[in-house]
């Protein structure tokens, strides 16, 4: 983009505020907190028995991230 002088003008990013960065890793962190739970609570049931073994857990889950990856492409 030029000026009226014919000077390139260049749009530097903003830095992102503290606020912002505060806020955006405690979402992070808070979603890596209920990743765990709702894992321990698909991985066992009430009565302490495993309602799924954990290598078809993680099959699972490792095939839902590729497909995930894959339509993100």
Known sequence: MTGQTGNAVESKPRPAS????????????????????LCRLALSDRSGAAAMDA????????G?????LLLLT
């Open 64 to 68: 839902s991230g590729a497909l995930v």
């Open 55 to 62: 290598a078809s857990f993680t099959l699972i889950r490792l």
């Open 18 to 37: 503290s606020l912002t960065l505060l806020v955006l890793t405690a979402l992070a962190l808070l979603a890596f907190a209920g990743n765990s739970v």
